[in-house]
């Protein structure tokens, strides 16, 4: 079964700074979904990347593929306190398949 | 964007008792949709899809028997879960694909199980 490995598991970054997640799938990607979950609260969907290369940009965050090592980075510019929360990857774990694997996840933190 | 709602948002119950949660697709149409559990600073797990109007998918190591899926209509999907112990308090969230557009799935708010 298909595995996902995200990087940091948390992360603490001052207001403003930059930042960076990480999300590693053992097996080929046929498409990386990136979410965010307030604790205790749903998942709201981010962006999705189908093609190796792919970037996506949404305000100030920035989701690239790396088909060839199964990778995906999800980069946060400049962030701000409402960029606090978890950050989830997730991947359809085969072809056409609409079941979603999901990372372990990274805790981010924005300290004022 | 596609919206999907969850009733109740959180629900407390005696051990023993069956809690049934509701997924709601508001806007449009979801042929499948998916339940998924987590736990405290966990990922979430898929439990099992939905298929509307035929059994659900379970996967591996959940329950059917204890978890029962009802996808009756194209907008709604319901979890039961019977003869619920306290090892089966969780977070609950349902999630639905949008088959028309970009394979995007949009999740609900989640349900909070507390079984005492």
């Known amino acids: 079964s298909q595995e996902l490995e995200q990087s940091p598991q948390s992360l603490i970054v001052q207001e403003g700074k930059n930042l960076t997640i990480n999300c590693t799938s053992s097996?080929?990607?046929?498409?990386l979904y990136w979410y965010k979950q307030k604790y205790g609260e749903g998942l709201i969907f981010l962006m999705m990347?189908?093609?190796?290369?792919e970037e996506k940009s949404h305000e100030k965050i920035t989701a690239k593929l790396d088909e060839k090592k199964q990778q995906s980075s999800l980069h946060i510019t400049a962030s701000q306190p409402s960029h606090a929360g978890i950050y989830l990857c997730?991947?359809?774990?085969?072809?056409?398949?609409?079941?979603?694997?999901f990372g372990t996840g990274t805790r981010l933190t924005i300290i004022p | 964007g596609a919206v999907v709602s969850q009733h109740p948002s959180w629900v407390i119950c005696k051990s023993g008792t069956s809690v049934k949660i509701e997924c709601r697709s508001l806007?449009?149409?979801?042929?499948?949709m998916f339940w998924y559990r987590q736990f405290p600073k966990q990922s979430l797990m898929l439990m099992a899809t939905?298929?509307?109007?035929?059994?659900?998918?379970?996967e591996q190591g959940v329950e059917k028997d204890k978890f029962l899926i009802n996808h009756a209509s194209l907008t709604l999907s319901t979890l039961t879960v019977t003869s619920a112990h306290p090892e089966d308090s969780s977070f609950y969230i349902c999630?639905?694909?949008?088959?028309?557009?970009?394979?995007?799935?949009?999740f609900g708010p989640g349900t909070r199980l507390t079984v005492t």
């Open positions: 999630s639905a694909r949008v088959q028309a557009s970009s394979y995007e799935q949009y």
């Open positions: 097996k080929t990607l046929y498409g």
């Open positions: 990347l189908q093609k190796g290369g």
């Open positions: 997730g991947a359809d774990s085969s072809l056409g398949n609409e079941k979603l694997t």
């Open positions: 806007d449009f149409q979801a042929t499948t």
């Open positions: 939905s298929n509307e109007g035929s059994k659900a998918t379970y």
